[in-house]
């Protein structure tokens, strides 16, 4: 196996810029914030940052309502910050990706304004309106079409109401949107996590969708509210975008496109490619993010993933972001269990991506519907919120977006401002960067040796992946390999002491970090 483009082979680290670090003490994080904390993410032995969307935007979902694509929103600082962030994070030999939001706008981009203001002006038709709706509900439940007075007509959202979808079928929609990818790929971003992808193209038609007994949609079946999401999302012509995008992308050198897309294995290949990868370059796989926590399940979702996901092929692994709960919260705040997940992440054949405060075991917090600034809770405020936790569903996303805790100081080192814009969670005083940074067995450095040790040896960054079998219950094993150098990795799911008989190989750097023993031909887990 070759040397693999960097964006197979690097590691990322999610910033939520409204939380990681507030520069001028207003409460919300900002561009600068991110800058000053480039070098704490660089000495964890993080090669890549994805910024969540600092756009311009009315914040009514925080980002991801984008009312100008090519300015910065100024709550989080200028188009000079964010060139010196670009700047600044290669100066440090990393990469930047940003968040871009191709298949909706606000509603308050110009836009959309103009679209809406009558059905005769030059941009009547950049996005997707009907006379009369038809059944399709919108990826929060609900139809999607919403009435627009001006033109007597309906809208489409797939999303909420205030991100109406652009029409990709408009040539000049597209040229647009394509040429600003170029705007950010000349100022030098070195990729893009693309939110929705999947969800871009339509049916042409607008026909209805079918009737399904299904009612909650799952990150491998967007099926739900008893409708089969056959005519709305995942469409030919998205599989026919996603190289094209490439093809743009590839007019700057080697540049990462990293997909939001939920469905099936099958599908996600489908957007990186058939024979070759000449789709988008990475899917993020959320078949994982219900995780079990046990070997067996892991064992066959890497046999699965493998399966789908060959060379030249990458999977991403990934088990939170920054709408869905935070995966010590599903391990029951078990550090133990925390520092095994992120062993496998990184480790495993793969590009790991981890949200912001994961390395040092943040955990969710509890904020009341009634006082969310997220606006899907309000959406539903006649369910019980029990309902929602009985289904394991994270449905105010402000609870996995507090401020990052780096110390246990006024609002966590976060901000000395009065006021936070959200929270801080009240376990700041045991949770923060700077005491797992001081402690020798933390989660904080457990990960940081992780990521030295596979950043170091390149069967573990480039290396193929096999899986090792009959191994005693509870255990999980595979070996990395490339040009004749190997790494075997063990891990034990479960409490009891295992005891493995191993061929000799090189696996002692990694198994030194869970203080593990091995005596002869065996190892005791």
Not at 45 to 70: A, K, L, M, R, V
Not at 102 to 131: C, G, I, V
Not at 337 to 363: D, F, N, S, W
Request: proline share 5%; charged share 25%.
């Amino acid at each position: 196996m070759t040397t693999l483009p960097w964006y197979h082979r690097t590691t990322v680290y999610q910033i939520y810029p409204r939380s990681f670090y507030d520069s001028n003490q207003d409460g919300v994080g900002d561009i600068q914030g991110i800058i000053q904390k480039l070098d704490y993410i660089k000495e964890l032995g993080f090669e890549s940052i994805w910024c969540s969307p600092f756009f311009t935007s009315p914040q009514t979902d925080f980002g991801y309502d984008i009312s100008n694509y090519t300015d910065i929103a100024p709550e989080y600082g200028t188009m000079n910050d964010a060139l010196q962030l670009i700047e600044e994070t290669h100066r440090r030999g990393m990469q930047i990706i940003l968040d871009m939001v191709m298949n909706h706008t606000s509603s308050e981009h110009p836009w959309f304004k103009e679209s809406r203001s009558s059905r005769e002006n030059l941009k009547a038709d950049w996005y997707l309106w009907r006379d009369k709706p038809n059944n399709w509900q919108s990826m929060t439940g609900g139809s999607g079409w919403h009435y627009a007075k001006e033109r007597k007509q309906y809208y489409w959202a797939s999303f909420l109401p205030f991100q109406p979808d652009l029409n990709y079928r408009n040539p000049e929609v597209k040229k647009t949107m394509l040429d600003i990818v170029r705007f950010w790929f000349r100022k030098g971003v070195d990729g893009f996590r693309l939110d929705i992808f999947n969800v871009i193209y339509k049916n042409a038609e607008f026909r209805n969708n079918p009737f399904t007994f299904e009612l909650i949609p799952t990150e491998t079946n967007p099926s739900g509210f008893f409708q089969k999401a056959k005519y709305n999302l995942n469409q030919p012509e998205s599989f026919e975008f996603a190289k094209e995008l490439r093809g743009v992308s590839e007019e700057f050198g080697e540049k990462l496109l990293l997909g939001e897309i939920s469905g099936t294995r099958d599908l996600l290949r489908k957007f990186m490619g058939n024979e070759k990868n000449d789709g988008l370059t990475l899917v993020f796989d959320f078949g994982m993010m219900d995780f079990k926590f046990n070997a067996r399940y892991f064992h066959d979702q890497i046999e699965d993933i493998e399966k789908h996901f060959p060379d030249p092929f990458m999977p991403v692994y990934v088990f939170s972001n920054h709408d869905r709960a935070r995966s010590i919260s599903r391990l029951g705040n078990d550090i133990r269990k925390a520092k095994l997940l992120h062993l496998l992440q990184l480790t495993v054949r793969g590009v790991p991506c981890m949200y912001y405060g994961e390395e040092i075991g943040m955990t969710n917090a509890k904020i009341p519907f009634a006082r969310a600034l997220d606006p899907i809770p309000h959406k539903f405020q006649s369910i019980p919120r029990f309902v929602f936790d009985m289904l394991g569903m994270t449905l105010n996303r402000d609870e996995v977006r507090t401020p990052m805790q780096w110390n246990d100081g006024k609002n966590a080192g976060f901000s000395s401002a009065e006021k936070t814009w959200l929270p801080v969670h009240p376990n700041y005083v045991d949770i923060n960067v700077e005491k797992e940074i001081n402690g020798s067995n933390s989660l904080a450095n457990t990960i940081r040796a992780l990521l030295r040790i596979r950043n170091e040896n390149p069967a573990l960054s480039n290396g193929s992946l096999e899986l090792i079998n009959d191994l005693p219950d509870g255990v999980l094993g595979y070996v990395r390999r490339i040009n004749g150098n190997e790494i075997a990795v063990l891990l034990n799911f479960v409490d009891e002491e295992k005891i493995v008989t191993f061929r000799e190989r090189n696996w002692q750097e990694i198994l030194k970090l869970l203080d593990d023993e091995i005596t002869g031909e065996t190892i005791q887990l």
